[in-house]
């Protein structure tokens, strides 16, 4: 079992003839090196998903949601847990910790979505989880709880879940004495010496630059923490800026100009262009080819940061519809050009 972005592998059964322990020996070395892959998802998909199990609790400005995309299943499947709070305006809701209360699975992955700003000035927060279960049985995940307060307010209540039961069915069947062991493999041919110091001498090499590797690179971890990539530290600015108040007190120029001011510094954490210090005008015409988007986007990026430029500099007054689709806009832009598989780090 691995945790977010890893992959598990499984071999099974023996080669026989000369050579054949050895050189699966070898095949193992070798796919220690093998790239993992790395899934990725947006909220929307999180919305459609249809879910076996869908529980929602409210506590006035507050909702908690938990679904599970199946009440029975077998112990060779994983398990979707999705948890998903949602705050009127005016106040903060918190998820619970990370993999609190799922000590009884396995977390195979997992995934943060970017706060959603809805139409009814909400803010949804999702977080999904890849469980695996150990064995057959029911398994339960017992009440969650979620915190909120009100912005201002220092008072923090507890919104909590019920208890969510998931059987768990063995791939044995019912009957399990008539079940017939197989004979184990029959022993390989020793191989030759010369062939045994060729297989020691490339272990050898091998465990050698495995752990020549591990001290570079720890070493090179601890002279420098790396940053977090453009599109999570984009996100985490607009999560930031919904909680700063500036909504609730209807002051939507300055909430504008602060999210142009995010879009602004994505574009050169992401395309390594000047873009705070620049005009609208200045910046696209300096860009050029260094800005690898499409025309469509680049149309769309252009037309936004027209419209920020407006509120800023022409005082403008933007509505509250203008603040949600501004946010939207800034949102889905980052969501669409951030770098697929990039890794995550710590902010420096």
């Known amino acids: 079992m691995t945790m977010e972005n890893g992959s598990a592998y499984r071999l099974d059964g023996l080669v026989n003839g000369e050579g054949a322990k050895w050189l699966l020996a070898l095949v193992l070395i070798l796919a220690m090196f093998v790239p993992v892959s790395c899934h990725k998802n947006d909220g929307t998909a999180a919305k459609q998903q249809r879910y076996a199990i869908d529980k929602t609790?409210?506590?006035?400005?507050?909702?908690?949601?938990?679904?599970?995309?199946?009440?029975?299943?077998?112990?060779?499947?994983?398990?979707?847990?999705?948890?998903?709070?949602?705050?009127?305006?005016?106040?903060?809701?918190?998820?619970?910790?990370?993999?609190?209360?799922?000590?009884?699975?396995?977390?195979?992955?997992?995934r943060d979505y970017p706060p959603s700003l809805e139409?009814?000035?909400?803010?949804?927060?999702?977080?999904?989880?890849?469980?695996?279960?150990?064995?057959?049985?029911?398994?339960?995940?017992?009440?969650?709880?979620?915190?909120?307060?009100?912005?201002?307010?220092?008072?923090?209540?507890?919104?909590?879940?019920?208890?969510?039961?998931?059987?768990?069915?063995?791939?044995?069947?019912?009957?399990?004495?008539?079940?017939?062991?197989?004979?184990?493999?029959?022993?390989?041919?020793?191989?030759?010496?010369?062939?045994?110091?060729?297989?020691?001498?490339?272990?050898?090499?091998?465990?050698?630059?495995?752990?020549f590797l591990l001290i570079r690179g720890r070493k090179k971890r601890e002279e420098k923490i790396p940053k977090l990539p453009a599109h999570e530290l984009a996100f985490r600015r607009l999560e930031a800026l919904i909680e700063s108040g500036l909504l609730d007190e209807k002051r939507y120029r300055e909430f504008t100009a602060k999210v142009a001011d995010i879009m602004r510094y994505y574009i050169e954490d992401r395309f390594g262009l000047r873009a705070p210090e620049r005009t609208t005008e200045e910046f696209f015409a300096e860009a050029k080819e260094g800005l690898d988007?499409?025309?469509?986007?680049?149309?769309?990026?252009?037309?936004?940061?027209?419209?920020?430029?407006?509120?800023?500099?022409?005082a403008l007054e933007p509505t509250a519809d203008d603040v949600k689709h501004t946010f939207d806009t800034c949102r889905d832009f980052v969501e669409a050009t951030k770098i697929e598989g990039e890794v995550k780090g710590e902010a420096a």
């Open 293 to 314: 988007i499409d025309e469509d986007k680049r149309k769309m990026l252009e037309k936004f940061l027209t419209y920020c430029d407006l509120v800023k500099f022409a």
């Open 119 to 211: 139409k009814d000035s909400t803010v949804v927060t999702r977080r999904e989880y890849e469980l695996e279960p150990f064995l057959s049985g029911e398994y339960q995940i017992p009440p969650m709880a979620v915190s909120f307060w009100q912005r201002g307010d220092t008072t923090t209540h507890k919104l909590e879940s019920d208890t969510i039961r998931v059987q768990v069915l063995s791939l044995l069947p019912a009957d399990k004495k008539n079940l017939e062991i197989k004979d184990i493999v029959s022993p390989l041919s020793f191989p030759s010496r010369w062939f045994l110091w060729f297989i020691a001498g490339g272990g050898a090499a091998v465990a050698a630059l495995l752990v």
């Open 57 to 110: 609790y409210r506590r006035g400005p507050v909702s908690f949601r938990i679904a599970a995309d199946k009440k029975e299943m077998t112990i060779a499947e994983h398990l979707k847990l999705l948890l998903e709070v949602t705050a009127q305006e005016g106040y903060t809701a918190r998820l619970p910790s990370f993999g609190e209360k799922l000590s009884s699975f396995g977390i195979v992955d997992y």
